[in-house]
């Protein structure tokens, strides 16, 4: 069974500060996205991933995925209260993607 | 259409009965997807479609949840003799294919009381 894990589960900063989220697996997975989920609503795809090491930016987000691409992490700088919200990593598994647990990030102001 | 519609967004049933959950996926997306979504968690997978054919449906939990996709578009999840613990977030997406990036409807959150 693929499972993601994604620490930490809950993070509360102030408006400015840079954080990181992690997404672990034992599993190899060909792609990993990150999707960002406010409630009420369904996952926004943020970004996908499918080199070993590759790295991409979205604005003041920059993913990275694993050398071995069982990991990734997503690093916010000068983080804004628009960033809140439930963040989730989904690795590609047979046909269909496998999300973690979440990471549930409030940004303050 | 524009995006993924999932109507009922709210349904609230009594232990037992049965419902009927309804996803209308981007026009042109082949495949087809239904999670499930507890307070906090990140979606489970529950089936995948790809046309008209369940790819994958091992992630039903049990024989109480069917799910159909008659024409390869509209898709419905169908759940009999609800449970309480049934009750959650029932979450659509649909993609090019299966290892694009996923497009997610607004969910219907389905409430066994």
């Known amino acids: 069974t693929q499972l993601l894990e994604q620490s930490p589960q809950f993070l509360s900063i102030q408006e400015g500060e840079n954080l990181t989220v992690y997404c672990n697996s034992s599993s190899v997975f060909s792609s990993l996205q990150w999707y960002r989920q406010e409630p009420g609503e369904g996952p926004v795809l943020l970004v996908t991933?499918?080199?070993?090491?590759e790295v991409k930016k979205l604005k003041r987000l920059t993913f990275q995925f694993g050398d071995a691409r069982k990991d990734s992490s997503l690093h916010i700088t000068a983080a804004q209260t628009g960033d809140t919200g439930l963040y989730l990593c989904a690795g590609l598994g047979t046909y269909k993607y496998i999300f973690g647990t979440g990471t549930r990030l409030k940004v303050l102001a | 259409g524009a995006g993924v519609s999932q109507t009922p967004s709210n349904k609230v049933t009594e232990k037992g009965k049965y419902v009927e959950l309804r996803c209308d996926p981007i026009s042109g997306h082949t495949a087809l997807y239904w999670y499930r979504q507890s307070l906090g968690q990140g979606p489970e997978f529950l089936i995948y479609?790809?046309?008209?054919?369940?790819?994958?449906d091992s992630g039903l939990p049990n024989d109480r949840f069917f799910a159909v996709r008659p024409e390869g578009s509209v898709s419905t999840l169908k759940i009999q003799r609800t449970e309480r613990g049934d009750s959650a977030v029932y979450l659509c997406?649909?993609?090019?294919?299966?290892?694009?990036?996923?497009?997610f409807g607004s969910g219907t959150r389905l409430t066994v009381v």
């Open positions: 997406a649909s993609s090019l294919t299966y290892n694009y990036g996923y497009t």
């Open positions: 479609f790809q046309g008209t054919g369940a790819a994958d």
């Open positions: 991933v499918v080199t070993g090491g």
